[in-house]
Each structure stands twice: as C-alpha cells, then as structure tokens.
C-alpha cells in the first residue's frame, strides 16, 4: 500500500499478549483505513515497537479476514464448510444452544472459554461476567502466568518489581529465560541504553536466540536446570563474600540453615545438572556478586517446566542475597500485574455474581472435552462450548486430544474471531470479530507501570462486533441482568476508572497514560517485601500459592520433576515463541510468514551426524503424546541433546496437520498448575 505522507495520526494501545502493551500512534488514512504503525513518546515505549506491528494493516485489512457470520455446513472436521447466516439468526442457534445445553444437563456443561487475543480489559474479561451471570463451568488461566505468578509471589509476596525504566541505570542485566528481541522488543531499547554506558547483558536461555547474540556472556544450559544454576551462583556468592548480610538479616528469612544448604551446592554440582562448565558458573556468579545495580528481568520461558515455580524462586533468591533491591536500576521484574489490583472490576467482570461453580484447567481442554472425569472434577461433560480471544486447537497442550474433544458431534461449538483458524474450522457457528482499531478498551501492562484509555480509529470491517457486542446480545437473549450488559464499552471503561480513583476515560484518552508506578522505595521492597512477615523468603511456603506443594523442594534447588530424555525419547524439546508471530496471531499475515519461512527443528550438528540426518531433512519428532514431520536445520546455538522449534505455527502448516502441541503434555506444573511447554523429551528419525 503507498501511504501518502503526514497522514493524521490517532493515539492507540497495542492489545497483543504482550509485556510491552506499547503505546501507539496509527496513521489514519480513511474511515476504513490505517497506514504505518509507530511507537508513542511514553517513558517506557519510547517510540519503538515491533516490526509485526507496525506493518498492522496487513493485518487488519487481510483479505481473509472474517467479515460475517458463518454456519457449518459439513460434518465436523478439520476443513470446516460454512455458509454465511446473519447475525440475528446466528446469535438465536447460540443462544437456543446454550438454553438446551443448560436445560438438559445444568449450566456447568457450558463453558465459554477465552484466553488473551487482545489484553483490553473489557474485551478480554467481559466474558466473565456472562460465565458469572449464568452460573457456567469457570477457567483456570494456566496457559501463561501460572507457574511463573507461583514462582515469583512464593518469595517476593506480589506481582511487582523493580521499575523496568531504570534498566537504563544498571551496571549489569541479566535476562533470565525470555527473549525479549522476539517477545518484547522495547526492553531491547532500554538495554542498549545501559550497555552505551557501559553496563554488561547476561541471557540465560537453552538457545543461542537473538537476544542471547547480543549477550556478554550466554549462559545455554540445559532447559529445566536454572534452580541448579541459580542455587550454584548463591553457593559462590556467599562463599567469596558478596551476600548483604546486613540486607539479609533486615530483609529476609536467610539463617545458618540456609547457609548450610547452599554450602553443598557447588559449581560442579550444578555443572553436572545444566550442562554448562563450572567456569562459566563462576564467572557469571562473580559479576553479579561484583554489581549491586544489577537487574534481572525475569522472562516466562524458564517457568515453562513441571518444576518451573521452583527454578523462578530461585532466580529471585539472587537480588535478596547481594541486597540488589536497595540500588537504582538493581534488583528484579517479572510482572507488574499487582500494580492494577485496585481496578475495580466489578462491572466488566460481574464479580457481584460470582458463584459456587467448577473451575476447569484452561490447558487440559483436550482432557475436559474428551470427558476425563478427573479433570470433569465429577461434574457433567461439556455440552456447549464459546470460544473468544484464543486458538486452543493449536495453543493448548496435547493438541490432538483437543482436537478429538472439538470432533464431537455432540459438542455444540461457537468461535468468535478475526480469522479462521484452526479452532474455528471446527465451530458449528463462527462470528466475526472487530480488532483493536475498531472498538473501545482498556489497558495495564506487565512489563511496565501506565494504564492506558484507546477509542475506535476505524470503522468495524464487514459485520465485525467486538466481543463486548455480542456478550451483551447473547445476554438480552438468555435474559442476563446485570449493567454491564447495559453499558458501551467507553462508558464501562469509565465506571470502572472512577470506580478505581484513576482519571476518567475522557481524561485518560486525551494524556495517553496514566503511571501508576510506586516510587523507588515502594517498587524495589524497601519498606517490606508483600509476604505475610514482611520478609523475603529464601524457604518458600508453596502452600501459599497452589494446592499441590507436598513434594517441592523448601530451599532453592534443582527439582528433578521434567520430562527427562531417557532411552526412548533422548533429545529435550524447546518449544520458543517465533519474532514474527504472537502466539498463532499474525501467522496469516504475509510478510510475518515470509521471513518465518516454514516449521523448522534446530539441531545441533553433532546430534544431525549421529542420526545420520542433513540439514533441512524432514524428520520425524515423537513424544510420549503425540507425533509430527517437520524439517531439520543444522544450528549450533544450542547443547547437543536439545532441539528447539520456533512456534506457533497453525497445525495446518504441518504435513500431516498436526502442530508442535501435539508434542507438549497436559500436565500441570507444581504447585498450582501452569502449561508444560518448554519440557517436553522427544526421540527425533529421519522421516
Ligand atoms: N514475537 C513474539 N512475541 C511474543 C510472543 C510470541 O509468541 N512471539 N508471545 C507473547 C506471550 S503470550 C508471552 S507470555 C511472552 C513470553 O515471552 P518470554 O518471557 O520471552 O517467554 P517464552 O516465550 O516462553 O520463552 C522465552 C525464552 O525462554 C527460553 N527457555 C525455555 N525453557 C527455558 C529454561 O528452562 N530455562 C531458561 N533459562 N530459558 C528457557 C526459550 O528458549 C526462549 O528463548 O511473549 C509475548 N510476546
Ligand atoms: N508450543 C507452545 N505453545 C504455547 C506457548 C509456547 O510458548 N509454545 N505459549 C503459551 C502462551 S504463553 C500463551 S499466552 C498461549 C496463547 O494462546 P492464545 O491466547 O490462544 O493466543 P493466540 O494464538 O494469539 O490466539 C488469540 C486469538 O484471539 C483472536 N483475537 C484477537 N483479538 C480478538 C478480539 O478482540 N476478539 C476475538 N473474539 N478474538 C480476538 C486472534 O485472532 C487469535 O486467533 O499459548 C500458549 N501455547
Ligand atoms: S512489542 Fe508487543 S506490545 Fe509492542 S507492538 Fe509488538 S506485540 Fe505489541
Ligand atoms: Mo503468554
């Protein structure tokens, strides 16, 4: 598209599922047009975004994007055939189905469920307040935050941290298990910032990803293994005296005890578990101990294991014990999502109605469809299923139970989305959704500390309604009662900002942001960390934060609960999120695809030679849960006995239509739960 130049431009709030949730300025074209996408002034975006992003109007202007209602007209497969429907005649199906569903079998065999498509507030979880109002089966968010929230508030008390825009005043970053040039590409801009001071970059990752090149040193251990390495780092910190002993005794639950435990977990000892040397190990431990303005970004990739929880407790352990917290750019960020726990969320969320009802696990949708009665929790098999604001077919873990589970013919199916994806090739009824530019909303961020206010820019493509629109319409026929169903979503925004003491959504709209940031003292826990003693705790009382804590280690270990490779399944599997998409969101745009390629499996050299694979052969790569083709690439950024497939390509962009979560188990992390996707053992064969 040319875009003529000085297009007005509007100001906007990128909704992905995404720490950075940048704010934008959207070249306006005309009432159905955006050009460019750019990054705003504000302190933390500071006029960058990501490349998938800017070029946006390939995506909200894509040609296959869906621009009306649609009925299936085919039996239930994976090449679903529609027909257009209107709107009122869709909305009627979904709601007779609904009504029959819960007539026949009680509200609980209705499940809508949602995930993270847009993060706006309203449009994200105004679907709880329909789950609230009718009393249906409700979710546990464990695709993303589970294990690292378990992790992070075991030790610190709340989802805070260190504000991210002093990184720019650290001596030394070390970015723990994410990869922030794929995943969040501003917090790049604020490490080069500090490394043209002078400042050090440490990445801790499995691969040689794209943040890791840019490392001063690359810790690449084995995935699974950073409570070995981080407890090792703690051994060698106390043993060459960097600990804060007066930090220590003021701040934290540290005794002889621990002393004593971290004394016999020497560099050799977590060598042997992580694979890396013991030089590397000490080397690390000693610029850390060397650098009180150190500043760990604490990404979710490492959380991603059965023992996740375990491994990001004890990466926190580190700025407790060198007293990193008391310096400006020291400490640590995993999330600021407690910052916004005062938004009142009663009437997006219709928290006035919540109910006694079933909590069903969000990752073990191929189990809860296929009526595993243990994750039923004894409770009727689903019936109905809605789905807004997420791809399980592809996304979930053990995708090809999934998939099973949405093959039901007696499985009522409704998604509402932008795209057809692959869940919506399996919907009885399929809905078109409105994307951020076209409706009004909401938005916090993990990575940083504003709230910001966006509007509609553009009219809604085709007969697109926002998920907002069609909850309410669904309501008015299933005769819900509550205001918010009464309410547009501006007005929705501004209850609840009023409702919260933030500045009205007028207000908010026209200044961009509002920050919400405490100051130094409040951010980095000198006034006490938020556990119940004030105190961080080197011992974690996982019964605080899950039900299933009666076997995890109580110090800072290595917790011998992953997948390990064995004689049958001998490579260990990273499945990473690729730069060009967002989860499976832009994986329909072109330029995206281009430069994504193709599905690929990076494996070491010597790991091809013994399998007696070349580079780019097709192999095939088994589980214990599933199987699939893809091919081989010859890549040396990573141990031998660890391959990694850049994700999430739709299941339909494999051979056999069967996608990298069909690798990926459905077993919950300790202690509360939380997707398994980086821990998987797999056997690789040339195909
Ligand atoms: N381009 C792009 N951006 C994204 C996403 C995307 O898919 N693509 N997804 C978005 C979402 S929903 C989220 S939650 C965030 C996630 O962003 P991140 O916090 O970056 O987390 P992950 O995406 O899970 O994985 C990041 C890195 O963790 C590494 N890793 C895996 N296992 C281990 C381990 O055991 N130890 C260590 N040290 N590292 C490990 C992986 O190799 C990978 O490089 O990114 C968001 N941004
Ligand atoms: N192998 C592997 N699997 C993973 C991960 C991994 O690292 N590796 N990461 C996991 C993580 S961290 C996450 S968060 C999940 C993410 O999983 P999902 O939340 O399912 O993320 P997406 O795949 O991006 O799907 C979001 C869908 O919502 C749609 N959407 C966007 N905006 C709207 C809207 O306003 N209305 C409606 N109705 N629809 C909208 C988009 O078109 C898109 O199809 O995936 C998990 N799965
Ligand atoms: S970096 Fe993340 S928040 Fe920023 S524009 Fe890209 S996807 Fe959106
Ligand atoms: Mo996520």
Not at 488 to 500: F, G, I, P, Q, Y
């Amino acid at each position: 598209m040319n875009t003529p130049v000085d297009l007005p431009r509007f100001h906007s709030t990128c909704p992905h599922d995404c720490p950075s949730t940048c704010a934008i300025e959207v070249e306006k074209i005309d009432s159905h047009t955006i050009g460019r996408v750019y990054g705003a002034d504000n302190s933390y975006t500071q006029g960058v975004v990501c490349a998938k992003v800017a070029r946006y109007a390939e995506r909200i202007h894509h040609p296959d994007r869906l621009s009306q209602p649609l009925r299936r007209s085919n039996k239930k497969s994976a090449d679903g055939v529609f027909e257009p429907i209107t709107w009122d005649d869709a909305l009627d199906i979904v709601a007779e189905e609904v009504q029959s569903t819960i007539a026949k079998y009680g509200a609980e065999a209705f499940w809508p469920y949602h995930y993270a498509g847009t993060m706006g507030l309203v449009q994200r979880d105004g679907i709880n307040r329909f789950r609230n109002c009718l009393g249906t089966s409700q979710q546990h968010n464990t695709f993303c935050t589970t294990l690292a929230d378990a992790g992070w508030n075991v030790g610190v008390g709340a989802k805070r941290g260190a504000d991210s825009r002093l990184i720019e005043e650290s001596d030394l970053i070390v970015v723990w298990g994410g990869n922030p040039v794929n995943t969040q590409v501003n917090l790049m801009h604020h490490i080069a910032t500090a490394k043209k001071r002078g400042a050090k970059l440490v990445v801790v990752d499995p691969y040689k990803t794209g943040t890791a090149k840019q490392a001063d040193q690359h810790l690449m251990l084995r995935p699974g293994t950073d409570g070995a390495l981080a407890t090792a780092v703690m051994h060698l910190l106390v043993k060459e005296g960097y600990a804060d002993r007066d930090y220590l005794s003021k701040y934290t639950d540290f005794t002889a005890v621990t002393e004593k435990h971290l004394s016999e977990k020497t560099p050799q000892w977590a060598a042997d578990i992580t694979g890396l040397s013991v030089q590397e190990i000490i080397t690390f431990a000693r610029l850390y101990g060397e650098n009180k303005k150190s500043f760990i970004r604490v990404g979710y990739g490492f959380s991603r294991s059965r023992n996740g929880a375990v491994n990001v407790h004890a990466v926190t352990c580190l700025p407790a014990l060198t007293g990193a917290w008391k310096e400006r750019g020291g400490g640590a960020l995993y999330s600021n999502g407690a910052l916004y726990s005062n938004i009142d969320k009663t009437l997006i969320e219709g928290l006035d109605r919540v109910s006694d009802v079933r909590v069903l696990d969000q990752s073990r949708i191929g189990d809860i469809l296929t009526g595993n009665p243990m994750d039923l929790l004894d409770g009727p098999p689903i019936k109905a299923l809605f789905v807004q604001n997420t791809n399980p077919a592809v996304v979930a873990p053990e995708s090809n139970k999934v998939i099973k589970g949405l093959l039901r013919e007696d499985l009522f199916v409704c998604v509402h989305e932008q795209f057809m994806t692959d869940t919506a090739k399996f919907a009885d009824i399929v809905l078109p959704a409105t994307m951020f530019l076209e409706h009004d909303d909401l938005y916090v961020a993990g990575g940083h500390t504003h709230v910001q206010m966006t509007k509609k820019i553009v009219e809604p493509f085709g007969q697109c309604r926002s998920n907002h629109q069609v909850l309410c319409e669904l309501a008015a026929r299933l005769d819900l009662e509550h205001p918010g169903f009464n309410m547009t979503e501006w007005d929705l925004c501004d209850h609840t900002l009023k409702a919260s003491g933030l500045h009205d959504a007028e207000t908010l709209y026209k200044e961009h942001w509002q920050d919400v940031a405490r100051d130094f003292e409040g951010s980095n826990f000198l006034n006490g960390f938020d556990t119940p003693d004030k105190k961080f705790h080197f011992s974690p009382d996982w019964s605080r934060v899950g039900p299933n804590y009666q076997s995890m280690p109580t110090m800072p270990d290595h917790w011998e609960v992953t997948d390990e490779s064995s004689g049958s399944y001998p490579y260990r599997l990273v499945a990473a999120p690729a730069r060009q998409f967002l989860n499976t969101t832009f994986t329909e745009t072109p330029t995206s695809v281009k430069r994504e390629k193709r599905p690929a499996l990076l494996v070491h050299p010597d790991d091809l030679m013994a399998l007696s694979i070349t580079d780019g052969q097709k192999v095939r790569v088994t589980s214990a849960c599933g199987n699939l083709l893809v091919h081989a690439k010859a890549f040396e950024g990573v141990q031998s006995g660890v391959v990694i497939m850049e994700s999430i390509w739709p299941n339909s962009a494999f051979e056999e239509g069967v996608g990298v979560n069909a690798l990926v188990s459905a077993e919950p992390g300790f202690p509360n739960g939380g997707g398994v996707f980086h821990d998987t053992a797999v056997k690789v064969e040339s195909a």
